[in-house]
């Protein structure tokens, strides 16, 4: 049963759509058309009734829940569609998008604190990302990644200390 | 924690940095929801071609490669009257014996008696 009808369900979708499509890209490790591409496959899987809403959680969650998992869904048809053969063809074909032509003018503080993330677990950037990009609490990172809130809880704590210490240690200008 | 650590503000503060950089970036809700960029190129249908015209090509070239076997006349060939075996000289010489035919021991074309005449049992030697 849909808890919400179809025009609400997408007036939420859209209303979440910038944190849903970063928690996409946080998904598909940093490839924003796989992160495209997965996040229409989940608006799909909702809007067409495959993915239901049954207000165990807030509609933000639970969909936060969709992506991560049709994001695994996708990551492994891509593998048997011969993703690298694939990207080598986008690469070799020189197609550059829009989005791109930002990446020379973001701060140095950006790529620091992404490159700081990518050296933690998964598990700690996912729960870090949820709650400081995303600003869940705990309860609800925990609810998307389908982990106990201890397990999450304890992710954040020691992901938070070693994000502080490597942050710590980057040069200050 | 040291003064050069940054607290949760500072965390946050840095995410937020980063979220509203994000933001400019992210695409349009409409066009996500319509189709991706990748799907609407058609990008995945290209390399799958191109993977098969790879393979298509290199299955040629192997082919073309491998020595072919049509046309060609075999080495060996079981032909009746034609085929030689090491022990046909064997045979060559129980033909070559004639009736009334005396072979002398020593000589090339010598052979024992005909099988006729061959003894039926051979007595066992009796040991001492």
Known sequence: MLALPAFDLRDELHRTHSGAFAWAVHCCRGDRDEAEEVLHVAYAKVLEGRARFEERSTFRTWFFGVIRLTAHEQRRWRWLQFTRLERWWQDTEGERDDDDRHAHAEDERIPALRAALGRLSRRQQEILHLVFYESLTIQDAANVLAMPVGTARTHYERGKARLRALLAEEPTP | ?128
Do not use: C, H
């Open chain 2, 1 to 128: 924690m040291t003064p050069t650590e940054p607290d949760d503000t500072t965390l946050a503060r840095r995410f937020a940095e980063w979220r509203e950089e994000e933001s400019v970036r992210t695409p349009a809700f409409e066009r996500v929801v319509a189709a991706p960029r990748r799907s609407r190129a058609g990008a995945w249908q290209r390399p799958t071609l191109v993977f098969a015209a790879m393979t298509v090509v290199a299955i040629a070239i192997v082919r073309g490669r491998a020595p072919s076997t049509a046309g060609a006349v075999p080495e060996i060939a079981f032909t009746a009257g034609t085929l030689r075996v090491p022990t046909d000289f064997l045979l060559d010489q129980v033909a070559s014996v004639r009736a009334g035919e005396v072979p002398t021991i020593g000589s090339v074309d010598w052979y024992p008696l005909p099988v006729d005449d061959a003894p039926t049992t051979i007595a066992p030697r009796r040991r001492n």
